[in-house]
């Protein structure tokens, strides 16, 4: 099974030059070169978490594209490093956005689109379409001419574009103040999704599929399914890095990045007791470079939202008491220290002998288990960490979304 997960992320030629890195690794246990074979395996791994990904934010002028580039980013629109927003159009170049805990993804705020500044022509050639790797085209009202020109000179240059109609809940708030005893939510939404798409079908769009949004609720309507989408139709070298970095705001979501992490486990190993390995202080006969093992642990809680900063943001986007948030986190609760990770491949250790076993069944790292004790101590211990933080993760989701009932599973209303 770890096989075949591992290579359904991968493009061909890596999974070919990662096989021949395995192969290269059997031999190298029997000939005592793991150091080198493991600097090998470092980059690779280097290269799977540090791929550039340019992604291009645009809209009309407050359409609210602004909010969403410091949303995806996971920062609100107050701090110091959000982009800038406001009613009038803020942005006359295109600004590069890195993102604060994952800096190789860069979301672009681009010009609005449709301005007397930049009309069409003059628009494609200041943002330069061929920068970036995806699009996403946001409006807070109707989808225009200009929208649509945009959207099918994307198509020309061979890139995909994600077209999103923001401030659905200013819309739903406005039709249950006017008309509180005919209000349906769900009717709302379908109205909106229809014009939507009958705008931009009579512009020439075929099947246009539109992703309605709150800007400051990503965890309702259909946040999730953009966010899965996206990370589906991206490039297969390029996944992992970008779902490192997307908001951890629906179960969807969180089950593919614990995925994703877990069938990387056996390179975060060998690299852990290939590269600059070192005895580990009261856990017998294991050796490894602690510090590639504190950045993995903390680089899971970072990815998971567990980290102290993220969950402060999702109790203020959700509503939900900060306390009760924090209270759904079992595991622990401060930054991976050198003590902690001792303790857990302590623990580890003794288990070790009888996860042999186990670890001889799975097609990659199955050659690596025989090499000897700090390897399976190791990757036993990375993948019971990492299990436990997923479900602090998954309590965490279920307290922050406690009364939404339709968050977790889109319904015919969010289709």
């Known amino acids: 099974m770890a096989g075949r997960v591992f290579q359904s992320s991968l493009s061909q030629s890596k999974i070919l030059e990662l096989w021949r890195d395995t192969g290269a690794l059997m031999g190298a246990f029997e000939a005592g070169g793991l150091p080198a074979v493991a600097a090998r395996l470092q980059a690779t791994l280097h290269s799977l978490e540090n791929a550039r990904l340019d992604i291009g934010i645009t809209g009309g002028t407050g359409s609210g594209k602004s909010t969403f580039v410091n949303a995806i980013r996971g920062l609100g629109d107050e701090d110091p490093n959000s982009a800038c927003t406001g009613v009038v159009e803020m942005t006359v170049d295109p600004t590069p956005y890195p993102h ?36 996403i085209i946001i409006t807070s009202d109707s989808f225009t001419t200009h929208h649509a020109q945009l959207a099918c000179e994307i198509l020309q240059q061979g890139k995909r574009f994600y077209l999103v109609r923001s401030k659905v809940d200013v819309d739903i708030a406005a ?52 966010e899965e989408l996206m990370v589906k139709e991206l490039e297969s070298h390029k996944q992992h890095a970008f779902l490192l970095a997307v908001p951890n705001v629906s179960k969807p979501i969180l089950e593919k990045k614990a995925a994703s992490l877990r069938q990387h486990i056996w390179l975060v190993a060998t690299v852990a007791c290939g590269v600059n390995p070192s005895p580990v202080p009261g856990v017998r006969d294991v050796a490894c470079d602690l510090y590639v093992l504190i950045s993995s642990l903390e680089g899971y809680r970072h990815s998971l939202g567990l980290d102290e ?93 406690l009364h939404d009932s339709d968050h977790e599973l889109p319904d015919k209303r969010n289709q």
Not at 111 to 122: A, V, Y
């Open 175 to 226: 039709s249950r103040s006017r008309r509180p005893g005919t209000f349906s939510e769900e009717g709302v939404l379908r109205q909106i999704r229809e014009d939507c798409g009958r705008r931009l079908r009579a512009e020439g769009l075929k099947d246009p599929k539109v992703f309605l949004l709150s800007m400051f609720e990503l965890g309702k309507y259909n946040f999730h399914l953009l």
């Open 100 to 135: 604060p805990k994952y800096p190789n993804i860069v979301i672009w705020d681009l010009p609005g689109i449709g301005t007397s500044r930049f009309p069409t022509g003059r628009y494609l050639q200041r943002v330069l379409l061929e920068r970036y790797d995806f699009f």
């Open 309 to 401: 900063d993220s969950l402060v943001r999702l109790a203020e986007q959700t509503g939900q008491p900060l306390h009760k948030i924090l209270a759904a986190v079992q595991g622990w609760k401060t930054e991976v220290t050198e003590a902690l990770v001792v303790e857990l491949l302590g623990q580890a250790s003794r288990d070790a002998s009888a996860f042999t076993q186990e670890l001889l069944g799975v097609p990659v790292p199955g050659a690596l288990a025989t090499c000897g004790i700090s390897f399976t101590t190791i990757y036993h211990m990375l993948r019971t960490a990492l299990d436990e933080v997923v479900k602090d993760a998954r309590r965490v989701l279920t307290q922050a979304f």
